[in-house]
T-cell receptor
């Protein structure tokens, strides 16, 4: 595997379900991010982890719970979601600090909440 | 307020018809401007980073330029496989958070 991988690629869940999204980066980076991408909106940063420590939480509802067990893995645990949470969830990683803090993205998980 | 605006929202070109996409920004203390390409249902793919006014970078048919107020992504003799949404993002000040534009959806007809 190379780059940033995400599983599953597609997920359909009911509002009472609990599911988890997984992200793994193979780039040796130390920072990882969760983004939400909805139609007609710019990418919304949800969480940032640096060296496994959460450094940013952009007022995300508690029904989204991130977990970062090490610098290569990132999870997003989902429970009691709402239909408006349907979106493409993107994971990214970067080397921070560094001469170029470019973020590299995974393919995303397309989530549909019924 | 820091802001990134991309134009046009959508653009359709004929194969071989060169054009430019615009990303204008209003931020305090630009640290970097990033261009990404995104295909439907996929994650953004990194293209370029520009750090200072006057800087230019090229990759195949794409060339990115930067001024103090905006960046252009020039597409020379595009091909249908260049069809995608092109996203611009800016990093400013001491904040590592990226400020994103809404993107330009580019379609290239064969």
């Amino acid at each position: 595997e190379t780059g940033v991988t995400q599983t599953p690629r597609h997920l359909v869940m009911g509002m009472t379900n609990k599911k988890s999204l997984k992200c793994e980066q193979h780039l040796g980076h130390n920072a990882m991010y969760w983004y939400k991408q909805s139609a007609k909106k710019p990418l919304e940063l949800m969480f940032v982890y640096n060296f496994k420590e959460q450094t940013e939480n952009n007022s995300v509802p508690s029904r989204f719970s991130p977990e970062c067990p090490n610098s290569s893995h990132l999870f997003l645990h989902l429970h009691t979601l709402q239909p408006e949470d349907s979106a493409l969830y993107l994971c990214a990683s970067s080397q921070d600090p560094g001469p170029q803090e470019t973020q590299y993205f995974g393919p995303g998980t397309r989530l549909l909440v019924l | 307020e820091d802001q990134v605006t991309q134009s046009p929202e959508a653009l359709r070109l004929q194969e071989g018809e060169s054009s430019s996409l615009n990303c204008s920004y209003t931020v305090s203390g630009l640290r970097g401007l990033f261009w990404y390409r995104q295909d439907p249902g996929k994650g953004p793919e990194f293209l370029f980073t520009l750090y200072s006014a006057g800087e230019e970078k090229e990759k195949e048919r794409l060339k990115a330029t930067l001024t103090k107020k905006e960046s252009f992504l020039h597409i020379t003799a595009p091909k249908p496989e260049d069809s995608a949404t092109y996203l611009c993002a800016v990093q400013a000040g001491n904040n590592r958070k990226l400020i994103w534009g809404l993107g330009t959806s580019l379609g290239v007809n064969p």
